[in-house]
């Protein structure tokens, strides 16, 4: 998860993901983000994320964020 962590920080700088719970209900997060973090996800951690996965409780934090991702590289093993 620290290689997931350090992609966030370097994506938002100004946003403490470990505190934050709620990045896309407070607008932490905008779609703009979303897609920019998916794209980086799919590059570092060689997963796709599929369309309907692209949803606010799959980005809200940074828990959710890594529960996605271990879902997701679990569907592809």
Same mark, same amino acid.
């Given at each position: 998860?620290?290689?997931?962590?350090?992609?966030?920080?370097?994506?938002?700088?100004?946003?403490?993901?470990?505190?934050? &719970?709620?990045?896309?209900?407070?607008?932490?997060?905008?779609?703009?983000?979303?897609?920019?973090?998916?794209?980086?996800?799919?590059? &570092?951690?060689?997963?796709?994320?599929?369309?309907?996965?692209?949803?606010?409780?799959?980005?809200?934090?940074?828990?959710?964020?890594?529960?996605?991702?271990?879902?997701?590289?679990?569907?592809?093993?």
């Amino acid at each position: 998860m620290e290689e997931f962590m350090e992609l966030l920080t370097a994506l938002k700088p100004e946003i403490d993901f470990e505190r934050e &719970q709620e990045l896309i209900d407070d607008g932490l997060l905008e779609s703009f983000d979303v897609i920019t973090l998916i794209a980086e996800i799919e590059d &570092q951690f060689g997963i796709e994320v599929p369309a309907e996965e692209i949803v606010p409780e799959n980005f809200n934090s940074a828990k959710d964020m890594w529960r996605l991702l271990e879902q997701l590289k679990g569907e592809d093993a």
